[in-house]
């Protein structure tokens, strides 16, 4: 099955750094998601990116894709305290959407 | 905007009860899902349903579970008799769109503690 496993666990920067996450799956795509969760609360949709795109921006946010190495990365650009959460990608279609482990983000002020 | 929406926020229970978790997705969503994750850890896919049958379910997800979606608008978790690594924060999602594009739309979560 797709699954998405993020490095690094846990990521502690200052305020205004940039802040880059990894993510790797096993299987073939057509799209990867990454989601953003705050401490006990819901997942909150980030960005999607099909698998024929290699970059894709929203905001402060910039995802690549390298599909031969089965790998993406999400740069959060100017990082904010309030971006202190925990950021998963996610893979699979509309029957079944796997996360991964999840990166930890702390943003200190 | 509209949202998914989760009750209860937190149930206590006793080991070996029911528990029915419950779920209001968004209007015109046509998938929906139950994900689970234990304190610190992965988000885990339960299971998906879609036409009013499930998709695609997990091994997680024994004869312990069941999903019901009773009156077009709520879906429903229900566990059967509660164990003890049953605890852990549940999440309901929903979906619009066939396909494999598409965001899910997840609610705040409803907290399980069995005793």
């Known amino acids: 099955s797709q699954q998405g496993e993020e490095d690094p666990q846990a990521l502690s920067i200052q305020e205004g750094e940039n802040a880059t996450m990894n993510c790797s799956y096993k299987?073939?795509?057509?799209?990867l998601q990454w989601y953003r969760q705050n401490s006990g609360r819901g997942l909150v949709h980030l960005i999607l990116i099909r698998s024929n795109e290699r970059e894709k921006h929203s905001g402060r946010l910039r995802v690549t894709l390298d599909t031969s190495k089965k790998s993406s990365s999400l740069l959060i650009t100017a990082s904010r305290a309030a971006d202190t959460a925990s950021y998963f990608c996610a893979t699979g279609g509309y029957q079944k959407v796997t996360f991964g482990i999840g990166t930890k983000l702390q943003v200190i002020p | 905007e509209p949202e998914v929406t989760q009750t209860p926020s937190h149930q206590v229970t006793q080991m070996g009860q029911e528990v029915i978790l419950r779920c209001v997705p968004i209007s015109n969503h046509l998938y929906f899902y139950w994900y689970r994750q234990i304190l610190g850890q992965k988000v885990e896919f339960l299971v998906s349903f879609y036409n009013n049958e499930i998709s695609e379910k997990s091994e997680i997800f024994d004869d312990q579970f069941s999903v019901e979606r009773p009156d077009g608008s709520n879906f429903t978790l229900k566990i059967r008799s509660t164990k003890l690594e049953d605890s852990a924060m549940y999440f309901c999602?929903?979906?619009?769109?066939?396909?494999?594009?598409?965001?899910?739309?997840f609610g705040e979560g409803s907290r399980l503690t069995v005793l």
């Open positions: 299987t073939s795509i057509n799209n």
């Open positions: 999602a929903s979906k619009e769109t066939s396909g494999d594009t598409g965001e899910l739309f």
